[in-house]
């Protein structure tokens, strides 16, 4: 099989912005990985996001946009088309050569229990103003084979994980950990499929509490962490939940854990005490796995936090494991995402599985998403 230039396109659960990363690969062990992008919202965008997630909540079928959700759902696929735009006009040699979108959208409801996942993001008006076909949708089919529709990135981490470096590749099974603003893992073993599921929450409360208590939008270094302590009576209170102790697969809504734990606490203890959550959190999960890995690999900007790495690493070692970052193994931590995007775009126009039974709980491995054509008159339309 030849391989695919793809665009990816996440805009994840912390709302910070979109990241895109151009791909090329056959969808199976081929994978060359070109430049990547991020596109910022300013504040007041990210909070038009957070705000509508309320309106979400009463989301009876997936295709209902009440309150604000229709208009952003276009304003947000008009900025995914900009940002493509600006992408692309950078890109050069092979990479100029695009012929497919990965979008994933953003998240504004996830309910794998009423079978419903919500991803704004409309394939059709983005196919229209870039020009290229676009792959979207691309959790529904899992959640229609019984799945939790969430993480989809295993594939991608399974493909990563065979192209390591000789020196890491000997450590298989390794753990991919991706602390965005939930956290998820894949434990990918020498032999079969990648075992999966989200882990907890990563920055998401971080980055709530610190814009609730001091009008931050994140732990920058985790800076405001540095001059605090862990409240160990918080910690117990929050993993004392039992999603922690549910056996996978399990997926978790942005909502499913709020700040409901950390009244009265100062700014930086409760900054923290939630990196600490976000690290055990992560460290229960190999409780899930079929072995306890001996490589953890950390992507996602949670890796940016000295101390959610340091309290996994020292956690990690405990159980007779070593955690590193993307970027000692070779590869980005900022562009994950959206490069598994332009991979599984490229799977699902192959027809070959997004998900498997071990990574969402899907009764067989299958294909997914929903392929959008630009209209025979479109073409790079000016914004
Ligand atoms: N320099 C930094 N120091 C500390 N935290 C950081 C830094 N940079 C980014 N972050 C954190 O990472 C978050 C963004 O991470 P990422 O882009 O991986 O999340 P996402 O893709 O939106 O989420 P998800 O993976 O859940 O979909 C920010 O909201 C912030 O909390
Ligand atoms: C429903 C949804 O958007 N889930 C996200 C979220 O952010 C992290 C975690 O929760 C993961 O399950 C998923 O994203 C990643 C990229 C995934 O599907 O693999």
Same mark, same amino acid.
């Given at each position: 099989?030849?391989?695919?230039?793809?665009?990816?396109?996440?805009?994840?659960?912390?709302?910070?912005?979109? $990241?895109?990363?151009?791909?090329?690969?056959?969808?199976?062990?081929?994978?060359?990985?070109?430049? *990547?992008?991020?596109?910022?919202?300013?504040?007041?965008?990210?909070?038009?996001?957070?705000?509508?997630?309320?309106?979400?909540?009463?989301?009876?079928?997936?295709?209902?946009?009440?309150?604000?959700?229709?208009?952003?759902?276009?304003?947000?696929?008009?900025?995914?088309?900009?940002?493509?735009?600006?992408?692309?006009?950078?890109?050069?040699?092979?990479? *100029?050569?695009?012929?497919?979108?990965?979008?994933?959208?953003?998240?504004?409801?996830?309910?794998?229990?009423?079978?419903?996942?919500?991803?704004?993001?409309?394939?059709?008006?983005?196919? $229209?103003?870039?020009?290229?076909?676009?792959?979207?949708?691309?959790?529904?089919?899992?959640?229609?084979?019984?799945?939790?529709?969430?993480?989809?990135?295993? *594939?991608?981490?399974?493909?990563?994980?065979?192209?390591?470096?000789?020196?890491?590749?000997?450590?298989?099974?390794?753990?991919?950990?991706?602390?965005?603003?939930?956290?998820?893992?894949?434990?990918?073993?020498?032999?079969?499929?990648?075992?999966?599921?989200?882990?907890?929450?990563?920055?998401?409360?971080? $980055?709530?509490?610190?814009?609730?208590?001091?009008?931050?939008?994140?732990?920058?270094?985790?800076?405001?962490?540095?001059?605090?302590?862990?409240?160990?009576?918080?910690?117990?209170?929050?993993?004392?939940?039992?999603?922690?102790?549910?056996?996978?697969?399990?997926?978790?809504?942005?909502?499913?854990?709020?700040?409901?734990?950390?009244?009265?606490?100062?700014?930086?203890?409760?900054?923290?005490?939630?990196?600490?959550?976000?690290?055990?959190?992560?460290?229960?999960?190999?409780?899930?796995?079929?072995?306890?890995?001996?490589?953890?690999?950390?992507?996602?900007?949670?890796?940016?936090?000295?101390?959610?790495?340091?309290?996994?690493?020292?956690?990690?070692?405990?159980?007779?494991?070593?955690?590193?970052?993307?970027?000692?193994?070779?590869?980005?931590? $900022?562009?994950?995402?959206?490069?598994?995007?332009?991979?599984?775009?490229?799977?699902?126009?192959?027809?070959?599985?997004?998900?498997?039974?071990?990574?969402?709980?899907?009764?067989?491995?299958?294909?997914?998403? *929903?392929?959008?054509?630009?209209?025979?008159?479109?073409?790079?339309?000016?914004?």
């Amino acid at each position: 099989m030849t391989a695919i230039c793809a665009i990816g396109l996440m805009s994840g659960t912390s709302m910070d912005g979109i $990241d895109l990363a151009v791909v090329a690969s056959d969808g199976a062990d081929l994978v060359e990985r070109g430049p *990547a992008h991020f596109v910022p919202y300013e504040a007041a965008f990210r909070r038009r996001i957070e705000a509508s997630l309320d309106d979400a909540k009463s989301i009876g079928e997936r295709t209902e946009r009440p309150g604000d959700l229709a208009a952003l759902e276009r304003e947000i696929t008009l900025r995914h088309a900009a940002a493509v735009e600006t992408f692309r006009s950078g890109l050069t040699g092979r990479w *100029a050569d695009v012929a497919l979108i990965g979008f994933h959208g953003q998240t504004v409801l996830h309910r794998p229990e009423r079978g419903l996942t919500v991803q704004l993001g409309d394939g059709a008006l983005l196919a $229209d103003r870039t020009g290229l076909p676009v792959v979207h949708d691309m959790r529904a089919n899992d959640m229609l084979h019984g799945g939790q529709g969430a993480p989809l990135v295993p *594939a991608y981490h399974a493909a990563l994980a065979r192209s390591l470096p000789p020196d890491l590749r000997a450590t298989l099974p390794v753990a991919f950990v991706n602390i965005g603003g939930i956290s998820n893992v894949t434990f990918v073993p020498g032999e079969g499929d990648p075992v999966a599921f989200d882990s907890g929450p990563g920055n998401a409360l971080i $980055d709530q509490w610190v814009s609730r208590e001091g009008g931050l939008p994140f732990d920058e270094n985790g800076m405001i962490a540095s001059e605090g302590g862990v409240v160990q009576t918080v910690l117990d209170a929050y993993l004392a939940s039992p999603f922690f102790s549910r056996p996978a697969p399990k997926s978790l809504d942005r909502n499913d854990f709020t700040l409901d734990k950390v009244p009265g606490l100062e700014l930086a203890d409760g900054a923290r005490t939630l990196a600490a959550v976000s690290a055990e959190a992560i460290l229960r999960a190999a409780g899930h796995m079929p072995a306890v890995p001996k490589l953890w690999i950390v992507c996602g900007g949670g890796r940016k936090n000295p101390h959610i790495v340091g309290d996994l690493r020292r956690g990690a070692e405990r159980q007779g494991g070593l955690v590193i970052l993307a970027e000692d193994a070779g590869l980005d931590g $900022d562009a994950m995402e959206a490069e598994a995007w332009a991979y599984l775009a490229v799977r699902a126009r192959r027809g070959l599985p997004l998900t498997f039974p071990t990574t969402t709980g899907c009764r067989l491995p299958v294909t997914g998403g *929903a392929l959008s054509l630009p209209s025979e008159t479109s073409g790079p339309v000016e914004r």
